[in-house]
């Protein structure tokens, strides 16, 4: 199976203004969002996989309507952006999103089953002091996917970082995100573990047979994104840079 990883493009296109953190380069992003996509031509992947801050929208004015209608405007040059992708897509809004208006333009895809995995994707949100929580039904889809004994081994794909810990300067990890881990090693069921949220990334990192990777924020440069090759859980992975 292989995997396209795209994360945190913080795109202000319609939406005025740039990013209060000057290396995120919001208003380049839906070029390289293009740029990538005529990479993915040719890579072929049969997944594209893109976790969250999808827009970097001022959320001093989340009720504004024409700051909405903005935004509304960005989710839509981003759809008509990645629609360019050859293969299937799995879209999450994060903690910069309007996750109304994210999940109106990329409906959740909680779970589908690609080229012999099945992949789940989990639509979390920050809980008090911005720690990410998997609480209620998203907690609820993921343990009853570990108790499974279908066979089928999993992807989990979230915005938030899972493990390893990354809380330097603001709480990126799961607040329980250390029982998280724990539980997706203990089950057997889980191959790989993506996340976004955290802009320098992970590498790819095996736990107990499970792979955990961190993509870095595409909008910085050299403004990256992965790509993995999964197979009998083994992973190998790329880096494509679009400054190079």
């Given at each position: ?213 961190v993509a870095p924020a595409l909008c910085q440069a ?9 197979a009998n859980g083994s992973l190998t992975w790329q ?6």
């Amino acid at each position: 199976m292989r995997i396209a990883h795209l994360t945190d493009p913080h795109i202000r296109h319609h939406l005025p203004g740039s990013s209060s953190i000057p290396r995120r380069h919001s208003r380049l992003m839906l070029a390289s969002l293009a740029q990538a996509m005529a990479r993915l031509a040719h890579l072929r992947p049969d997944l594209l996989v893109v976790t969250g801050d999808l827009l970097d929208y001022p959320l001093e004015y989340a009720a504004d309507p024409r700051f909405r209608s903005l935004a509304w405007a960005d989710l839509m040059a981003l759809r008509r952006v990645l629609v360019q992708a050859p293969c299937p897509r799995i879209v999450l809004p994060g903690n910069h999103d309007l996750e109304e208006l994210c999940e109106r333009a990329f409906p959740p895809v909680p779970e589908c089953v690609i080229a012999g995995h099945r992949v789940l994707a989990f639509y979390d949100r920050e809980g008090e002091g911005h720690v990410p929580r998997r609480v209620a039904g998203e907690r609820a889809r993921f343990c009853e996917a570990l108790e499974r004994r279908d066979g089928v081994p999993q992807v989990h794909v979230q915005h938030y970082v899972v493990w390893p810990e990354r809380n330097q300067g603001y709480p990126h990890t799961y607040g329980d995100g250390d029982a998280l881990r724990r539980r997706i090693v203990q089950s057997g069921r889980v191959r790989l573990v993506l996340s976004g949220h955290y802009h320098a990334g992970v590498p790819p990192f095996c736990e107990e047979g499970v792979w955990f990777a961190v993509a870095p924020a595409l909008c910085q440069a050299p403004y990256r994104f992965w790509v993995y090759d999964l197979a009998n859980g083994s992973l190998t992975w790329q880096e494509h840079a679009l400054e190079e």
